[in-house]
């Protein structure tokens, strides 16, 4: 660094954004130390899905290939009338989409994605790793920022970097503010080919949108597995946080669902419950030498299939923001605000409309069943296009 010392970055949270935080800012020259709460740096949940936009950042963040040779690349996206079991709307996502979006659309094991994030983390000689570390506390000065574990401990660098996922204590200091819990409960599983129904075993995200729920599969690992997702709004006042779900709930919201993809919920031998929450965008989520990614800056609901996707741009904009200020922390937070903060809050807001799209009942579902009818391939594209034309090369562009 020009004979300056090198810049020392804690990163909070060993999760999918805080590994591709953590290598954006040392392939600009940070030493890095992440420290995760977990015994052992891992991901739980079933299959994500990336669009062209994902692998855009994971191309900057050089480990595209490495994503890809895990993923499953999909024909089509697909939404049906779960009552009816009829075509609601189809997006070839293969050549074409290629084409018009420079990249795949692909379905991967959220273990898989993170795993390929964390072996170029593992080989980057500035990146160093403490598991078993609850952060409670930050605090920073005009110079430093510093994190304090449950234990006592002080860790202290010169910027600290919150990916501590929804429940983020760097948050909680930042901002305090409350999360809006939904009402909607998820339920994932993940089942082996051979227990899938044959009908189902589609090449393609398949939703099966009903009234206030709907189901969702797609295959994982080479079409080996399949990634089963159920949500439906609980009867029940919820709490965010994710536990062990039971078969038996999830067979009392899908009674009017038809039998063809109903038959998917007497599949999974296990099913873990996701009570889900996001919270309102805030207008700023840098102060000084400390900022958040991911979760921790903009959790949302899983609608749009982005939670991930965006987590990833919002690490490459971040390295970027950090080369263009020479790890002027202040300037580069500052201009990662004022990119990010829109862009996600659009995702979040979008990604609640859609919920509603997906969940209509009656007159609603009718009008939803008719808004796709008669647009061409390109016009899909078209109204993708903001989300999934995302560049890295142009991510830091202000309009």
Not at 6 to 24: D, F, H, R, S
Not at 77 to 103: C, H, K, S, W
Not at 233 to 239: A, F, G, N, T, Y
Request: net charge negative; aromatic share 8%.
């Amino acid at each position: 660094m020009n004979g300056q010392p090198q810049p020392k970055i804690l990163i909070i949270g060993g999760g999918i954004g805080g590994l591709a935080a953590a290598l954006a800012a040392a392939r600009e020259g940070a030493e890095v130390l992440v420290l995760e709460q977990a015994q052992q740096i891992g991901e739980i949940g079933a299959g994500i899905q990336l669009g062209a936009n994902a692998f855009a950042a994971l191309d900057a963040l050089g480990v595209g290939e490495a994503a890809r040779a895990r993923s499953v690349f999909t024909d089509t996206l697909r939404l049906m009338d779960g009552t009816t079991a009829e075509p609601v709307l189809e997006i070839d996502v293969g050549q074409a989409y290629r084409e018009r979006f420079g990249n795949p659309y692909a379905v991967i094991h959220r273990a898989d994605i993170h795993l390929s994030i964390l072996e170029a983390v593992q080989q980057h000689p500035s990146i160093r790793f403490q598991t078993a570390t609850e952060i409670v506390a930050v605090e920073q000065d005009a110079h430093s920022a510093t994190a304090i574990d449950s234990h006592g401990r002080r860790y202290t660098a010169d910027a600290l970097i919150g990916c501590d996922g929804v429940k983020s204590a760097v948050r909680r200091h930042l901002i305090g503010d409350e999360a809006k819990v939904t009402g909607h409960v998820v339920y994932r599983a993940v089942v082996d080919k051979e227990n899938m129904p044959e009908a189902l075993q589609q090449n393609a995200p398949v939703v099966w949108a009903g009234p206030k729920c709907h189901l969702v599969h797609y295959p994982l690992r080479g079409g080996q597995q399949y990634n089963l997702v159920v949500t439906f709004h609980s009867r029940e006042q919820e709490e965010w946080g994710v536990t062990d779900g039971s078969k038996e709930e999830v067979l009392s919201y899908f009674q009017g669902v038809h039998p063809l993809p109903h038959q998917m919920l007497d599949r999974p031998t296990s099913w873990k419950r996701w009570a889900t929450a996001d919270r309102d965008p805030v207008e700023r989520w840098s102060f000084g030498r400390i900022t958040l990614l991911g979760d921790a800056a903009h959790p949302m609901t899983q609608y749009l299939a982005q939670g991930a996707c965006q987590a990833l741009e919002d690490a490459v904009a971040l390295g970027m923001a950090l080369r263009r200020y020479r790890f002027d922390y202040e300037a580069a937070f500052a201009h990662y605000d004022r990119v990010r903060i829109p862009r996600t809050a659009r995702v979040l807001y979008a990604a609640r409309e859609m919920g509603r799209v997906y969940h209509a009942a009656g007159v609603e579902r009718l009008v939803r069943n008719s808004l796709w009818k008669g647009r061409t391939q390109a016009q899909m594209y078209d109204s993708l296009a903001w989300l999934h034309g995302w560049k890295a090369e142009t991510c830091l562009d202000e309009d």
